[in-house]
């Protein structure tokens, strides 16, 4: 089954630590996003990769990290610099540029700092 | 200052009612995409429209660009139909940036 595969599904983390979520896709799409959700606010981008080995910020790229070594790959790292990390983080992917195809969704993960 | 705006936040229907989920916008687009998202979290493509209408089954996305307007309609509701509806769009000549709305928190009781 092609699809977009999220792991963990719920993480805790302690304050000051880096934590790492996971992306993988096998639907062989250049570009994949990361989107942060918290309530009552619509998906904000927080990184998005149109091609391996390169990747753009968002809008709210601030106290996070990616990388793109894999095609199938787009692990995001929330670091110790972002201030208020507890929020529900999606992952997408779509074939082509934003403006031109339907994204792709994977489950979720639900990050709590504790 | 929000350039999509949704309405309503959120909206109870009887199972069987038709249901209209309205989407404004303020910037220039190339399309428009409504998402479902259910109560678990995972987000679905229902649709991705620049013109006209779409059908797919008992839903119904239209889109008017000179009005910055779509509607999302639904049929013969069904309680499987609860969910959040988002409403997308990536606007023209502004690089990868996707506006996204609040949602529509639909629930629909048996």
């Known amino acids: 089954d092609g699809g977009i595969t999220q792991s963990p599904k719920y993480l805790f983390r302690k304050e000051g630590q880096n934590v790492t979520l996971s992306c993988e896709q096998n639907?062989?799409?250049?570009?994949m996003y990361w989107y942060r959700q918290d309530p009552g606010q619509g998906l904000r981008l927080i990184y998005y990769?149109?091609?391996?080995?390169?990747?753009q910020k968002g809008d709210i790229a601030e106290g996070y990290s990616v990388s793109r070594e894999k095609k199938e790959s787009f692990p995001l790292t929330v670091t110790s610099a972002q201030k208020n990390p507890t929020a529900f983080y999606l992952c997408?992917?779509?074939?082509?540029?934003?403006?031109?195809?339907?994204?792709?969704f994977g489950p979720g993960t639900r990050l709590t700092v504790l | 200052k929000n350039e999509v705006e949704q309405s309503p936040q959120n909206l109870t229907a009887q199972e069987g009612e038709f249901i209209t989920i309205n989407c404004s916008y303020s910037?220039?687009?190339?399309?428009l995409h409504w998402l479902q998202q259910h109560p678990g979290g995972g987000i679905v493509s229902l649709f991705m429209?620049?013109?006209g209408k779409k059908k797919h089954g008992r839903l119904i996305a239209t889109i008017n660009i000179q009005e910055k307007h779509s509607s999302l309609h639904i049929t013969a509701s069904h309680p499987r139909d609860s969910a959040v509806y988002i409403c997308?769009?990536?606007?023209?000549?502004?690089?990868?940036?996707?506006?996204f709305g609040t949602g529509t928190s639909l629930t629909v009781i048996p």
């Open positions: 990769s149109q091609i391996v080995n390169d990747f």
């Open positions: 997408a992917s779509s074939r082509a540029g934003i403006r031109t195809d339907t994204q792709y």
């Open positions: 429209l620049s013109s």
């Open positions: 997308a769009v990536p606007p023209r000549g502004t690089g990868n940036q996707f506006y």
């Open positions: 639907l062989n799409h250049d570009a």
């Open positions: 910037v220039g687009i190339s399309a």
